[in-house]
């Protein structure tokens, strides 16, 4: 079926508007496109749904499950986990959303522990489920801070900490041992940690000298993002828990003949196939490689930053440079997201020196 010439113009006017906003992506941690996914199309004509638990096989046979459980295990073994369980989600929020919802049902009395640097789908999540919670001070790197957790730890209740590998705004990553060493210290036995890797669990464990964030720690669960350093067209994610802590969520629905430990029922399956298609197409070499090539680019443009000597900062294993705020004409252009007199530039795979030189060139100006 075809649209009627007015409206059709109304799509072709979005198209233009979308490319060219994509041309000029630096604000935010989204890939733009990458040319992984076009030769996916075809899959539009299904309704792909995954509901229910992508370890059980579900009624509803247009389904992507198959391809789930291999990403899942791609995932899971890029992060160190055997006995697991997880599915893809709609994002990062899902997953932090269901990572705290098991906390929660381990232990109802406890509290949550989370940086004032922290993504705000935390916050939204401990209000959804009305978990205790408690704000920590960050540090001005943007890391959780260790002294005023400490002093704030409750030893008489059970410990939930979120813990950010990767601050949204200056990509900072809380020190997990330090965390655990002061947990020790307090002799908080009851704990659950959550670990948000949105954008940096694709980034980390493919560098070199750089901390070290899977399951041999005693982590419970880790939600990424898919539509952000693999620059999925679709928002997506996917959350990984250790396998006994869902059990006490599940229950069977027969309706869908699977059981629900998910938080969305009907899932996007497309996107599954995305990520199956992204983790096949790039490998792990290639994921590297994408990786090595955006730290390089974020040193190419620290260094010219420099040399028009605009303030910037970032932090270490980091692909954000955290830039003093520019003109509004161009932190619209360049899709910037600010915060106070700061705002930063999230160096993704998509981002080429080319257009660092331009931006720097308009900052200059
Ligand atoms: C982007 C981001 C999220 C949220 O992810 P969505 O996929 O947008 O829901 C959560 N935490 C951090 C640190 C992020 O950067």
């Known amino acids: 079926?075809?649209?009627?010439p007015i409206d059709a113009e109304v799509l072709d006017k979005l198209y233009i508007k979308l490319e060219s906003s994509s041309k000029h992506l630096l604000g935010y941690p989204c890939c733009g496109s990458i040319g992984l996914y076009e030769d996916l199309a075809r899959f539009l004509k299904f309704t792909i749904n995954n509901v229910g638990d992508p370890f059980m096989k579900s009624n509803y046979l247009l389904n992507s499950m198959d391809l789930e459980l291999e990403v899942l295990r791609f995932f899971a073994s890029l992060f160190k986990i055997n006995d697991y369980w997880g599915y893809v989600t709609n994002g990062g929020t899902e997953g932090n959303m269901?990572?705290?919802?098991l906390a929660r049902e381990k232990f109802p009395e406890g509290i949550v522990y989370y940086s004032e640097d922290t993504h705000y789908s935390i916050r939204k999540t401990t209000k959804i489920l009305r978990f205790d919670n408690c704000l920590i001070s960050s540090l001005r790197n943007g890391e959780i801070n260790y002294d005023d957790l400490k002093s704030k730890l409750v030893v008489s209740k059970p410990a939930v900490l979120n813990l950010n590998i990767g601050t949204t705004m200056k990509g900072a990553i809380d020190n997990v041992e330090k965390v655990l060493s002061i947990l020790d210290e307090l002799k908080i036995r009851d704990y659950y940690i959550h670990c948000d890797t949105a954008l940096f669990g694709m980034i980390l464990p493919f560098l070199k000298e750089s901390p070290k964030i899977d399951f041999d720690l005693p982590i419970n669960s880790l939600a990424i993002s898919g539509h952000k350093f693999l620059g999925s067209p679709i928002p997506c994610g996917v959350v990984l828990c250790r396998k006994?802590?869902?059990?006490?969520?599940?229950s069977d629905v027969e309706y869908i003949g699977s059981s629900d430990a998910t938080i969305s029922g009907s899932r996007d399956g497309f996107s599954?196939?995305?990520?199956?298609?992204?983790?096949?197409?790039?490998?792990?070499?290639?994921?590297?490689?994408?990786v090595e090539n955006c730290m390089a680019v974020t040193e190419y443009a620290e260094k010219k930053l420099k040399s028009v000597s605009w303030p910037c900062w970032k932090n270490d294993h980091s692909n954000i440079l955290i830039i003093n705020k520019p003109k509004q004409e161009l932190v619209r252009k360049w899709s910037l997201a600010t915060q106070g007199s700061f705002a930063h530039l999230v160096i993704m795979p998509h981002v080429t020196r080319q257009m660092i030189d331009e931006f720097v060139s308009e900052l200059s100006q």
């Open 1 to 4: 079926m075809k649209l009627n």
């Open 98 to 101: 269901f990572g705290l919802y």
């Open 244 to 250: 006994n802590v869902v059990d006490c969520i599940r």
């Open 272 to 290: 599954v196939i995305i990520l199956w298609s992204a983790i096949k197409k790039l490998g792990l070499d290639g994921i590297k490689q994408l």
